[in-house]
Structure formats: structure tokens, C-alpha cells
């Protein structure tokens, strides 16, 4: 649970910081970059140590991937440009693909089915507790201290946890002759590093169809074909293809995709809404979101004892509606409803987070043996990283394409950086009441067009979770 909340903190910590970072460092162009190389890293190298968790022992790859992000996380303290940031935390990110995956497969080994579906509910909590606490921490550490300790504060942490595991973690001595798929693991790195420079960069810094545009669809296609065909061939694969023939495990890996994307969705545009149309200080931004934080955990451990008795279908459904309420809810708010009104929206899909999240994990460990199921639990962890990491571009792209319609069609001498002076106080006061109005609602209707997007999400979904087969959780037995 340390070690994840390390990896999960992470996330969340920068984020109040990085205001004060870019202010700092300079290169606010660059902004979106901090966030997604770190990403981008982890969601890589997530099935690569799945595998090697699988071949070499949880141990040694769990403290490979921890000392990796420490080292990382220690060289972000010290970046003196933008760009050296982008590189220490694509180093941070190389790490952290280890410590998500490996602690929750560690909990498959050690814990028996009934008790496993309490546990990962801890574990699930673990990522509520620090999406409220990480923006509280970051907030005081750049108040108080500098903001070179948002990174450093993960040392000791992370130094602990290895400690622990070290000393208390006996697994079985692994038989099975290694053979890691790096030829898969180039391919998979390229196919997501050109679709997320395309969906990051595009539109900014060249043209989405432009020919540099469309020389990088060209180019993350084929390398998604050739990693598909190699992944056929491979002797021991990157992403086993068969375990996906598994119904409960193909239909866990697809929703845990749409529910990242709606993750993003809400957590990236929720705070925007809150200050810029409803006109609201950003701690009651903060607090919208701390309500999803609340309705996590709860429904998480809820979900625990909720499986044993009902099984995964009739929870991760109740998740799936719980998800549709809240993202309709979003739907239908207007400035006049108040922060309220977004902060139950906000609990409903934090529920419904809890309430998936948790039967996929337990369902999926229960489906596979002992030797796959490393990677089993890291093809699901790299599904749900990957809708984050399309969805805040898509969503992005949604956002800014729906702002420069809006001033076309009013007539409306803005560009997208007017916004900025929306979201503080300061800013409001500096235009005149006119332009407030305009700017308002051409904000509100373009997110608008964002939530109307997350709730489409939602529907697709709850439409896939109807697909997942009915029945108890079962554990999977070695004979």
C-alpha cells in the first residue's frame, strides 16, 4: 500500500505545483509534457515488468522498478530547464511501471480469493486517499518549502516499502527459463509514443493532417500491426493474447479503458467548470473533486464484501450505473446549480470507480494461474493508463475545437488563451462585464461538448459491462 501510494501520489502531487514550476523553469508550451511523458513511460514498460514479475519473481523486479523511480524522482529535484523535467520524469515513469502492477499482483499471491477482494479494496482506496491528499501535500510543500521536495518527499517513502518487502515477502523459487519479448516492447513504445505526440502536439505544434501529422498515424499504425504480429509469433509475449480470449477478462480490460478516459475526463475539466463559469475559488474546485475521492474508497471496500456474496456482474454493474448518473449529471449542470450539484456528480463516479475497479482486478487475478497472473493484472492496469492518456488529449483537442467554433460563429475577437483570465479572480476583474458573458458561455457550451463526450463513455461502459459473464468469483487453482 506504500509503495502505491508512492506510485499513485505521484500523479496527483504535481499537479498544484506545476503553476509554480513552469513559472520557474519557463516553457509553459511544454506544460502538457510533464504529465504525459510520465505517463507515457509507465503505461510502456507496465506489461514489460508484468512478464518479467512473472519470469523472475516479484522481488527483484518490484525493487528494480522502485530504485529506478527513485533515482528519478531525485533528478526532478535538481531540472534547471523545462525540457531536462520532461526527461527525469520520463526516467520517474520507467520506474513507476513496476510498483503499480507488481504490489497488486503481490496481493493476488499471498491473500486466497475471499480475502483478496477485501484487500484490493485497501489497495483501491489507496488511489482515493491520494487524489485528495496529493494536492493538500503539493499545496503546503510549495507554500512552505520549494517545490524541488514534491519530488524528493518520495525517497524515504520509497525506501521503506523496499525495506519491508525485502524482509517480509518469501515467494517460491521461479522455474520457468526466461525470455522477455523486446522486440514487442520496441514496437509498443514507438505505436504510443507517435499517437500520443500526435494527439499531444497536434494542433499546436503542427497541424493534426498536415504531412508531419499524418506521417505519424502512418507510422503508429504500423508499428501497432507489427507489435500485434510479433505478440503472435513471440515465444513468451509481451501481452498474451490468449488470456484475452477469457470473456470476463476481455470485457474488464475494455471497460477499464473507457473508465480511465472518463477518469481524466472529469478530474482534468471538473476544476475548470467550478472556476471559470461558476466563478467559484480554486479550493472549491479542489473540493468538487475530493467528493469523487470520497466515493472511491468507500465503494471500493464496499465492493470487497459485495463480490463474495453477488459476484463481479451484478457489482461492476452497479458501478457502471453509478457512472452513468454522475456523467449526466454533468451533462445537465449549469452555473446557477452550484458547486454542489458537481460534487455529487463527482461522488457518483467516484462510486462507480470504486465499485468497477475492484471486481475487475479480484475477477481478473481469480481467471488466470499463478504464472500469468503478473501480466494478467498489467494488461488491465495498462489498459486503464492508456484511456488516461488518450482521453486527455482527445478531450483536449474536444475543448479547444469547440472554443474556436464558438468565437467564429458569434463573431467573437478571442483566441483560446482569453480563457485563462476565467479562472482566477484577479483575472475577472481585470474585463469588462460584456466580455465575462461571452467568455463564459463560450466556455460552458465547449465543456459542454466535453461532458457530453465522458457521458458517451459511460453508456458505452455500462453496454460493455452487460457483456461480462454472471456468476461468484473463483479462484483459479494450479494443479
Known amino acids: 500500500m506504500l509503495a502505491m501510494f508512492v506510485g499513485a501520489v505521484e500523479a496527483t502531487i504535481v499537479t498544484t505545483a506545476m503553476p509554480t514550476i513552469a513559472s520557474e523553469l519557463g516553457g509553459f508550451s511544454r506544460y502538457s509534457w510533464i504529465f504525459s511523458s510520465y505517463l507515457l513511460m509507465s503505461t510502456v514498460t507496465v506489461l514489460i515488468y508484468g512478464k518479467l514479475a512473472d519470469l523472475f519473481g516479484r522481488k527483484p523486479i518490484f525493487f528494480m522498478g522502485v530504485t529506478i523511480f527513485l533515482i528519478g524522482s531525485i533528478l526532478c529535484g535538481f531540472a534547471v530547464s523545462m525540457e531536462q523535467l520532461i526527461v527525469y520524469r520520463l526516467i520517474q515513469g520507467l520506474g513507476a511501471g513496476a510498483v503499480m502492477p507488481i504490489a497488486t499482483t503481490i496481493i493476488g499471491d499471498i491473500y486466497s480469493t475471499e480475502e483478496r477482494a477485501k484487500i484490493q479494496g485497501y489497495l ?35 525506501l521503506l516499502s523496499m525495506g519491508v518487502i525485502y524482509f517480509f515477502l518469501h515467494e517460491p523459487k521461479e522455474t520457468q527459463k526466461a525470455s522477455v519479448d523486446y522486440k514487442g516492447a520496441f514496437l509498443l513504445t514507438s505505436a504510443l509514443s507517435t499517437l500520443l505526440i500526435w494527439l499531444v502536439e497536434g494542433g499546436q505544434g503542427f497541424g493534426r493532417f498536415s504531412t508531419f501529422g499524418i506521417a505519424l498515424i502512418i507510422l503508429s499504425g504500423i508499428s501497432f500491426w507489427l507489435f500485434f504480429r510479433q505478440e503472435k509469433l513471440a515465444k513468451d509475449p509481451l501481452i498474451s493474447f490468449s488470456i484475452w480470449k477469457n470473456p470476463v477478462i476481455l470485457y474488464a480490460n475494455l471497460v477499464s479503458l473507457t473508465t480511465g478516459v472518463i477518469l481524466i475526463g472529469v ?100 481467471a488466470v494461474p499463478r504464472v500469468q497472473r503478473g ?45 485563462n483570465t476565467l479562472l482566477t479572480k484577479d483575472g475577472r476583474s481585470m474585463i469588462t462585464s460584456q466580455e465575462l458573458v461571452s467568455l463564459q458561455s463560450g466556455l460552458d457550451s465547449s465543456l459542454h461538448w466535453v461532458y457530453i463526450t465522458i457521458a458517451l463513455f459511460a453508456v458505452i461502459s455500462l453496454l460493455l459491462i452487460l457483456r461480462i459473464p454472471r456468476g461468484k468469483v473463483t479462484d483459479h487453482v494450479n494443479h
Open 375 to 419: 501480466s494478467a493484472t498489467a494488461a488491465n492496469m495498462f489498459m486503464k493508463n492508456f484511456g488516461n492518456t488518450v482521453g486527455a488529449s482527445v478531450f483536449g483537442a474536444i475543448l479547444n475545437g469547440a472554443l474556436i467554433t464558438y468565437f467564429t460563429k458569434e463573431k467573437l475577437p478571442y483566441t483560446i488563451d482569453h480563457v
Open 124 to 158: 483501491s482506496s489507496v488511489w482515493g486517499v491520494s487524489a485528495v491528499s496529493g494536492p493538500v501535500i503539493g499545496g503546503l510543500i510549495v507554500q512552505y518549502v520549494s517545490w524541488q521536495y514534491i519530488f524528493w518527499v518520495n525517497v524515504p517513502l520509497g
Open 267 to 366: 478530474s482534468s475539466y471538473l476544476p475548470t467548470y467550478v472556476s471559470g463559469v461558476m466563478e467559484q475559488p480554486a479550493i472549491i474546485a479542489g473540493f468538487t473533486l475530493t467528493a469523487m475521492s470520497i466515493g472511491w474508497p468507500l465503494a471500493s471496500s464496499l465492493a470487497g464484501h459485495l463480490l463474495i456474496r453477488f459476484g463481479p456482474f451484478l457489482v461492476s454493474f452497479a458501478g457502471g450505473v453509478s457512472l452513468v448518473i454522475g456523467t449526466t449529471m454533468f451533462v445537465f449542470m449549469t452555473s446557477t446549480l452550484g458547486p454542489v450539484w458537481a460534487g455529487c456528480s463527482s461522488f457518483f463516479i467516484g462510486v462507480g470507480m470504486g465499485l468497477t475497479n475492484t471486481s475487475f482486478i479480484v475477477t481478473i487475478q481469480g
